[in-house]
């Protein structure tokens, strides 16, 4: 069991960037048993992977088209994984959600559905 809760979203122009936060709490264990997800999704369409981190495991990972502008990091002492985008673009915009799935749970971390645990969400809109 996990609470997460994004913050940071909002209003940017075309070029610009972001910095989301995830806060985790109520978890069981440590915050470093699970693996940290960010995802997204546009109006009227699916949500998709944007990376992801597992202390321990390894680089953050990232999806393909996200590869060089998407930086995913945590600060354990915190309990907060963050999510920095740069030269944003108009089809970035959409709600920005943090995942938290166990470490040890198999399955693309890419993916939503390896992901039992999630935030509410924050609204990103990057206008041109």
């Known amino acids: 069991q996990i609470q997460l809760t994004e913050s940071g979203g909002g209003s940017v122009l075309a070029g610009g960037s972001l910095r989301l936060s995830c806060l985790a709490s109520?978890?069981?264990?440590?915050?470093?048993?699970?693996?940290m997800g960010w995802f997204r999704q546009a109006p009227g369409k699916r949500r998709e992977g944007v990376g992801y981190?597992?202390?321990?495991?390894?680089?953050?990972e990232y999806r393909d088209a996200m590869q060089g502008r998407a930086t995913i990091s945590r600060l354990i002492t915190k309990s907060t994984a963050y999510l920095h985008i740069a030269n944003l673009k108009p089809e970035d915009s959409g709600i920005y959600y943090c995942a938290a799935a166990p470490n040890w749970k198999t399955g693309s971390l890419i993916t939503s559905t390896t992901y039992p645990y999630w935030g509410p969400g924050t609204q990103v809109t990057v206008s041109s």
């Open positions: 981190i597992c202390t321990g495991y390894g680089a953050p």
């Open positions: 109520e978890y069981s264990g440590s915050y470093t048993d699970y693996c």
